[in-house]
């Protein structure tokens, strides 16, 4: 057996090695366990900037998921004659929504998920979205459904979401699936994709979670409030700070462990960040930037220039969080697959 302490290395972008062993909590050094260590080279925003944590990354784990899911997926389709496949529902022509729906089809095409995709105009009405969910529903060759969020204003959000299957929830947003997700003894179908992907890099990095005290920034039925339940499910603390809370900084510079997911560009400064705490930034936020080519860059809400200096580790922006919401969604069409044809 190799000791774990053996394996916890990181070279960081100034090549010096550096243990991270002590970072995070980890309780049994003797335990044999595998680390991501690689530590990608710094973004052109924080060139310079004198790094102290390790860099999560999150499109390496999701790598990682997706190759074996392909392994999956080919074994399924040898064994079982069974091929998953999701529904993408997109409305309007938000371009965002549109990369994101794009961005799922080519993952769904490199794992071998079949991938079925409906694109409605703006001002479609709710009823005819509701016949194609009502369609993917009884198909038994889509194993998963997805609606694309945010709908137009003049759709009921709960209506839609409520219509879509439990047993296909993929998105892990059904009201059933939340419920059981906040009842102790419970267990949901599926767990919301982002909050899900925060959490397994968290397990991935071998952050030790019981017993901190975690804040999520954001109160949003998508990210926020899953992923404070997720965390009170790892017997974490919780403190969910949002745009009413009172002195947020003083609350959120307790945390062990932040999970941002507000929306707004470089919120989270390194005042509110309490030394070693570890990050996970949802948010992608543009901000000008003359010196790209698109005129803009993407940042998260955390300030990472900041940030890096005093964290002992943080998710990128771009090439954290993101790429893991994918992952969980391909991960949970599998599973749905396997659970609805009993492919063990």
């Not at 710094?42 to 944590?53: C, D, L, N, R």
């Not at 079982?80 to 529904?87: E, H, K, Q, S, T």
């Amino acid at each position: 057996m190799i000791p774990l302490r053996l394996l916890l290395f990181s070279k960081l972008p100034n090549g010096a090695v550096r243990s991270i062993y002590s970072n995070f909590g980890i309780q049994n050094p003797n335990l044999t366990t595998t680390i991501i260590t690689h530590v990608p080279p710094p973004s052109s925003a924080s060139m310079g900037t004198k790094v102290s944590a390790m860099v999560i990354d999150g499109k390496s784990v999701a790598e990682d998921i997706q190759d074996k899911l392909t392994v999956e997926i080919s074994r399924m389709k040898n064994k079982f004659g069974v091929v998953p496949g999701l529904a993408v529902i997109l409305v309007g022509d938000r371009k965002d929504s549109a990369s994101y729906v794009h961005n799922k089809k080519e993952a769904c095409e490199s794992v071998g998920i079949n991938s079925y995709e409906v694109c409605l105009p703006q001002d479609c009405r709710e009823e005819e979205l509701l016949m194609h969910i009502s369609s993917f529903n009884d198909d038994p060759s889509v194993h998963g459904i997805l609606v694309q969020l945010p709908l137009p204003s003049h759709m009921n959000e709960r209506n839609i979401l409520n219509a879509v299957c439990i047993e296909k929830d993929v998105d892990g947003l059904h009201p059933l699936n939340i419920g059981r997700l906040a009842m102790s003894g419970r267990e949901p179908l599926f767990l919301p994709c982002t909050p899900k992907g925060c959490i397994e890099l968290l397990h991935r990095y071998n952050v030790d979670i019981k017993g901190k005290n975690a804040v999520v920034i954001g109160r949003s039925n998508i990210v926020g409030m899953p992923a404070a339940l997720l965390l009170q499910r790892e017997d974490a603390s919780v403190s969910v700070v949002h745009s009413r809370t009172k002195n947020p900084e003083e609350i959120t510079k307790q945390a062990d462990i932040i999970i941002s997911a507000a929306g707004k560009p470089n919120m989270v400064r390194g005042s509110w960040i309490k030394p070693g705490a570890v990050l996970i930034d949802v948010g992608i936020n543009p901000v000008e930037d003359s010196t790209d080519p698109r005129g803009y860059r993407m940042v998260g809400d955390i300030c990472y220039e900041e940030a890096c200096k005093i964290a002992s580790a943080i998710t990128p922006v771009p090439g954290g969080v993101g790429p893991m919401t994918i992952a969980m969604l391909l991960l949970n069409t599998v599973t749905s697959a396997k659970r609805i044809h009993n492919c063990n």
